[in-house]
């Protein structure tokens, strides 16, 4: 009686380690026609609080251990052409992750306080379209201006800069 009840705990513990060792095979491989991502620990972002500033710190770049991606803008200018002092207008710029890695936007600036960004701040997959919203005051801006916007991500060549100009005339004194 003994001995068979040894074969069947022997048997219910090779089944368990067939069983293990498939379901790591399945979770390495991933199922045909899908992509499986490998996050390795190391390269899991931290919380909010631990890097918030990071992009502030010069030399520091929040992205440094993220796999890296390529970027694809439509276009990376845009004229806004003659508009009104006070005038806001708005332009979206249209890109495609061209990697083979999700792309992290994790910070996207205007060059002052009169430009600013809207960015998507989930990763985007591999060959997925994004946007960037990026909208200009141009109260109290007369004359020719040229903005920029600088993205901070997971690219090869990170920082990435958008720019918006337009020429902003004088509106005239109501009488």
């Not at 069947?8 to 069983?19: F, M, N, P, T």
């Not at 916007?149 to 690219?155: D, K, L, P, Q, Y």
Request: proline share 7%; with cysteine; charged share 20%.
């Amino acid at each position: 009686m003994q001995e068979r009840i040894k074969i069947i705990l022997l048997s219910i513990i090779a089944l368990c380690l067939v069983v293990l060792t498939v379901i790591q095979i399945v979770s390495m491989t991933g199922n045909k026609g899908s992509t499986v991502i490998d996050v390795k620990p190391d390269l899991v972002l931290q919380p909010q609080q631990n890097n918030e500033h990071q992009h502030d710190k010069p030399g520091v770049n929040p992205n440094a251990n993220l796999p890296k991606t390529t970027i694809n803008f439509n276009e990376t200018e845009y004229n806004f052409g003659t508009i009104k002092d006070g005038e806001k207008v708005s332009h979206v710029f249209k890109f495609t992750n061209s990697g083979n890695n999700p792309l992290i936007i994790s910070n996207a600036r205007g060059s002052c306080g009169c430009t600013v960004p809207s960015w998507p701040k989930e990763p985007i997959g591999p060959w997925r379209r994004g946007e960037i919203l990026v909208e200009f005051d141009s109260k109290g801006r007369t004359g020719q201006q040229r903005k920029t916007v600088t993205i901070n991500a997971n690219t090869e060549s990170s920082p990435l800069q958008l720019v918006i100009t337009a020429n902003v005339e004088k509106q005239e004194p109501v009488q």
